[in-house]
């Protein structure tokens, strides 16, 4: 059940890959949220109910739906154009993103820890490159911020892995993502619709030497 | 201790915030440099004493939090300058000074906490409060400053999340799920080695966005340009400063493993390029504030040589960071009396500056002298040992070519410095230029003077400790 959950998350992000529209995005990270939800569930079995409901609290109310409602009325708010806006063709995007994938499940194929979980591992780590190549190919500001939450997601399905030795750690994990999420958005919100009309990161470019 | 003192600071802070009055503003201020005074004084004698679990003030924390708590003097009292003659509204006024201290605060107790994950938290915090100090101005410039750098420090910070968890997989073959630095260091041997690369190479990028090192030194640079001087300062040093723990105490848990050689090659690298990096910046930069933050990215490349080099390099790496926390922050400091008369940052528009302030030009010059580590500055001392460390090392090539880059740096700065210095601007309007009290340059020539006296005749006590710091590298 856990492998079928994780290989539909991965399915997403070459489904990200392409999508030309933010909503598709926004559609997208909700869906990740809900997944990792599942994950968590099955994964964290020795969870105490304090742990659990600061999970789902995590997954389904946050990830699944406060960022994404919040997303789309900054989208609204500052009238962002609906298109992403790739520096790359789809095509180009989709084949990299399998790239990604072929040499995450390589790396990790590699590893000769016996405890280690490899579909967990490949998932998070190919989730955490295609963050990275999202943040790097998209021109719009706001396409960066939901690189940064698919970074997150990929690091919360890392920190679920040690998870039942270490709930400390999922534990940070969610603080790392409510933090960090509340912060850029929260300067998103206030600051950035205000100052800039539309944002663009062609307008984020004059501090330079 | 450690607990009233956070607690103390942060109700300090939260008080800042909320408060508009000006009497009870400055009194606040006062009670945190007593605060934080007497908190360094008592950490100092009460070495390595665990407290509240997670801190505990190792020799390394102690001269660190020391350096913060004198730069942290002259900071304060240059806001406080900055504030007045800028005649800031209360509110602006108060989320300054409020996200100031918290800066602070939170420096403070990364440098002294012994497990990872919470000087992780202290990290978070410092990009909170720091992203507020650069929000100072609230144009578009600014913002877009503020912008990059939490973006670049969220990315960062959720690498060095990352190599937290993969730390703990290391952690895990060893059978333990303790990730305080000294449960690190005594099952270094055991650890699993291939998660420990993974982790070394994660947690070394997270850090080095707060140090200034390649790749992620960018966000600094816009960060230390947009802040008002004061708090540019403090991010040129003591937030530097806080990087370099973060990466020194994992190098430790690493040098005792058979893959220390291997993490010298990393940090060797980066530091050679970000010293490369710096040099092509200053030769072209034309902003002032920013070639000082480059100057900064120079010196963390030097000081991680000097830690990867070994030897002697250990001890000059930790001389080098300390002294350079003087030096450039009372170059940051000087800088705004030089924008108060020129209402400028670009070096076409300043010039002939013995003619309007001479003691801020003494400040400066002495500054420059200091900085590019000519004698008698302190930095002199300590790159030579990091020199020296090298050659031991047989890093010849690297030696060779680092010289080259430094002739070049002192080239591009001694430039500009002496272009602002002694050559006049054109159609520049001296009729209205603002007389600078000699007062507020005092704090400058202390913390240069302090700089040379710890480099040439440094104090048993200060040696001691930076040698209880790096006792347990390998020799």
Redesign the interface.
Known sequence: MINVLLIMFMISLLYLSIANRLLTYIKILSFQGVILFGVAFIELNELTTLNLVLVLLETIIFKAIAVPVFINYIIKRNKITRETEPFLPNFVSLIIVTVIIVITILLSNA???V??EKISFIVALST?FTGLFIIGTRKK?IT?VMG?LV??NG?FI??L??GN??P??VN??I??DI??SV??LG?FIN??GD??KNVDVD??R??K? | MIGIYLFIAFLISGMLFLNRNTILNNALLIAFLVLQIVFTVYEYNHLNIIELQYFRPDALGILLLATLSVVAIPALYHSYVYITTHNEKPRSRGIYYAAMVMLITAIGAAYLSNHIAVTWIFVEITTLSASALIYHHRNERSLEGTWKYVFICAISVTFIFIGILFLSMAMRQAGSTDLTFDTLLSKAPVLNLFWLRLSFLFIFTGFTAKLGLVPMYTAGIDAKDKAPAPAGALFATVLMNMGFVGIFRIYVVIAHTPIHQWANTVIMIAAFLSVFVATVYMVKVKNIKRMLAYSGIEHMGLVMLGLAAGGIGYYAAILHIVLHAFVKSSLFFQFNQIYRIYQSKSIYDVGNYFKYNKTGAMVLLFGFICATAMPPSGLFISEFMIFSSLFKAHQLVILILVMVLLTMIIWAFGKTIFKILFTPVEDFDDSHVVKINPVQSLSQFILLGLSIYLGLNPPAEFVALIHEAIKNLPQ
Do not use: P
Request: aromatic letters at 6%; glycine letters at 2%.
């Open positions: 590893i000769t820890d405890k280690l955490l500001v960066h940064y970074i997150e690091v890392l920190s892995a040690v030795e270490m400390l750690l940070l994990g603080m790392l933090f960090a912060l850029i300067i600051k950035i100052v800039l307008q984020l004059n501090l030497d």
